[in-house]
């Protein structure tokens, strides 16, 4: 059942008290898989999220309203370093799923084997294919079909095969999808089986509640053991009505790679090895579009539908889509004067597996400071992604490239489309994003070493587990979300298991 926290506060302004079984932090990939696995184990379980339930009518496809009301601090929020990178992330019941394109890749061969190396038992080969296989079904995760891919992604697709590299239709758990491409701002058809519509339903079905507008502020400790959390009542608009505590035998953090560092910063916990909100890593992305002799229409198509990855690099290239409105807040100079052939403009994205290393840490406002400088490595390799793309535009008969940099124009050739495209671009000049956040209570054998044990719980406190993207010890190179969900899931039964 899904219960807005802040009805339910006593009038008398008492926090509003809960005891249970388990009591899991965040609904997003990580929380709803951990959510469904105990409650099915007969465990009661309360999730609490910080933001509100959706349903898919109630989504409007424009960024203003979309960046307000899901993602978290308006959207704006960003990493500091040698430039400002934003670093989006999903708010309300379903988490980063809510606003997710929706793909879905299982964790490479090459990386589970690195990861296994670390101690992690879950990444040995075969180890997760069970559940993985689970959480895909139940997803409905399937390939894109090129009638709703569409011209932007089949432009792409034939300039691939036009250079003789391999590449597919992104598989995507969208089971009910129109190809409207603004999963960005939540899917107004519900044809996207995010978590709040499949996972965290399973979850309910078994009994679990989900609090709603309920910011979890502190982890709470007794007697050397967890014994739940406490935190602030938000009304629907985000203003404080209240406090609330819930008491728990176990409890499992789940609010994402960013939010699970902060609120153990926040409550001065299991940070013995000096890691808590290190280790940060993301898959930085840029991206480049195209004008073609024909129309592409990218508003029209999946948002995400095709891919290549060039494994050895560490580079995933994926089609992108997004409104008009979008790309003109994103590249205005750029579309200036180009506005007029806008329904003859294709779009393409492209993300690295990071080197760089960056930290999560509280700032004096309870926001996150985020710290993470790309190094040079890095950013050739967003250099060397530019290069392939426009090599593939090219390859598919656009009429102008762009090279993808700030402060240039389209133009006619592939050569003076590569030209600035040296391993010398400096970092302002790339228009850079991030994604995924990773890495920031990592798992390993060492107290000294890690945050967490390989099994999910936490090294320092008795009680306390996580469940989410922060757990992984890099960055996982494909879109995370179902591993995320697997890794949840594994963690999870080990919990059901222990009883
Ligand atoms: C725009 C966008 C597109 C993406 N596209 C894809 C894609 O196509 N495929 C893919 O695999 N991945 C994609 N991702 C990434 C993927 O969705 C995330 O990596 C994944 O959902 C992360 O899971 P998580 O459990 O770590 O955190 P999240 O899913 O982010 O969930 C965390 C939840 O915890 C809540 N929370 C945090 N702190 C607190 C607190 N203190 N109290 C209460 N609640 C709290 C948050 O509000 C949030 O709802 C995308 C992400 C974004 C933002
Ligand atoms: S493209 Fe449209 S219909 Fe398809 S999953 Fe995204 S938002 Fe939903």
Redesign the pocket.
Known sequence: MSIAGHEKAPRDGSPLRLVTDVCI?????????AGRVLAAANAKVIL????RRWRPTQFVPKPSVAYRNL??EGNTRVMSGKSYIPL??????????????????RAPERVRRRWQSFGLDWAAPGELDSIYDDIEKRLFVAPTAPDIARANNLIFKKGVEALGVKGDFIS?NAPGCQGCGV??FGCPTGGKAS?DLTLLRDAEEDGADIYTG????RVLQEHGRCVG?E?TLLSPDDRSVGRFEVRAEKTVL???????P??LWQSGLCNRSGQVGRNLHVHPGTGTIAFFDQDIRLWSGV??GYYVEMEDEGITIETFTSTPETYYALAGPTLAGNLAKMNRMASCGAMIADRTSGTVRPSGDGRANIEYSLIDEDRERLVQALRFVCKVYAAAGAAELYSGLIGERPVKTLEEALRPLTAGVPLHALNVYA????GTCRMGPDPDEAVVRPDGRTHDLPGLHV????LFPEALG????????AV?TWVARRIAKAG
């Open positions: 932090v965040g609904t997003g990939a990580g929380g709803a898989a609490l999220e910080e933001g993602y978290q989006p992330g999903g708010r309300g019941v379903g988490g980063s799923t809510l606003v997710n394109s929706g793909i879905c890749f995507r999963c960005q978590v309920c910011r979890v502020e959390v935190g789940a609010g994402s790679a960013v939010g699970t902060m609120l948002t995400q994604s995924h956040p990773m469940a989410d993207g922060s494909v879109n995370p979300q179902i591993t995320i969900m949840a």
